[in-house]
């Protein structure tokens, strides 16, 4: 179990990669993405996710640089946006995330979405940019069971993450139970539901038998299903707050409950049918 912000969970390449991070989903490019990067990595993060499409990748870069803190030590993810799949296309999209972000290489790059038809495509130019070394690791986001079977087919390099909505209303043990057979870490989106989740009387209950509150029993309930977390705040305090859940540990029947009130509910859209920029 991970006992700090710096603990990692091995990916099946070899790659290490934090249990824990933030994500900069919605926060506005300037001031606000670069406070919210710099607050993080000041209070120990070393992961930040974002996408190209969030439209932040130059702060969270200016954000990285500012810290201080050096480049090898920090783990950066980005993901290529569904108007950009196919070969050629993700290749281009990928450099210029790079740019935007001015890092020489990422530690992860993702497919954002599945879509219907090119995600085979898009998957070789992330294998090609992986065996040339300008990303560390792999991975595709929002992919079912079936979109990762259809990938697992005819990819020679298989997906080392599969970031996607999990919360409580969402556990998706299914899924989850099939990447840990296939080696591929699942990663939460949303874990905090975008923060519906937080007036939960069940999660309530258990935050103030542990003297923690709703959102650190929800990111501690992801790390105990071995489920890397991202939550996104831009405010330092529930940076701070967000991170504080390596000090207690849920008992199996706290997590029972928690795991209890999946509605198979989504805050976000269901992949099967999420086909914005795919027809551009
Ligand atoms: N791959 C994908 O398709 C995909 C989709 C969505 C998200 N993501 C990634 O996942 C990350 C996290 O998901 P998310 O941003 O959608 O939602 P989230 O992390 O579940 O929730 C963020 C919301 O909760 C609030 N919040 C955070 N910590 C809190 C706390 N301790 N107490 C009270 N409220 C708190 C935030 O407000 P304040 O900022 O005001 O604190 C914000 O409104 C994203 O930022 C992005 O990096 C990926």
Redesign the pocket.
């Known amino acids: 179990m991970p006992k700090s912000l710096n603990d990692t969970t091995t990916l099946h390449n070899g790659v290490k990669m934090p249990w824990f991070g933030l ?5 506005k490019e300037g001031t606000e993405v670069i406070n919210s990067v710099k607050a993080a990595i000041k209070n120990g993060y070393k992961s930040i ?3 190209a499409v ?1 439209q932040n990748e130059e702060g969270v870069g200016k954000a990285i640089k500012e810290s201080g803190v050096p480049r090898e030590e920090l783990f950066i993810t980005s ?1 290529v946006w569904n108007s950009d799949q196919g070969y050629d296309s993700t290749l281009q999209a990928f450099e210029t995330s790079l740019k935007k972000l001015g890092l020489d290489y990422l530690d992860l790059y ?1 497919i ?2 599945p879509g219907k038809n090119k995600f085979k495509e898009t998957w070789k130019a992330l294998e090609k940019l992986y065996k040339e070394g300008r990303v560390r690791a792999i991975g595709v ?2 992919f079912k069971i079936h979109h990762l079977e259809e990938l697992l087919k005819d990819c020679e390099i298989k997906p080392m993450v599969n ?1 996607v ?1 999990y ?1 409580p209303h969402l556990t998706q043990k299914d899924l989850l139970a099939f990447c840990q057979k296939e080696g591929i870490q699942l990663e939460a ?7 519906q989740l ?1 007036n939960d009387p069940v999660i309530n209950e258990i935050a103030a038998k542990y003297g923690k ?1 709703a ?1 650190q029993v929800i990111l501690r309930w992801d790390l105990q299903t071995e489920v890397v977390t ?6 330092e305090q ?1 940076i701070i ?2 991170a504080n859940i390596f000090d207690f540990e849920l008992t199996t029947e706290d997590m029972q409950k928690i795991d209890a009130l999946n509605k198979d509910e989504r ?2 859209s269901d992949p099967d049918t999420m086909m914005v920029g795919f027809n551009e």
């Open positions: 994500g900069v989903f919605k926060v996710d974002t996408a969030y993901k993702l954002h979405w986001s929002n970031q909505e919360h989106w949303s874990p905090l539901k975008q923060g937080l509150s959102a991202i939550p996104k705040s831009t405010k529930r707050e967000n805050v976000g």
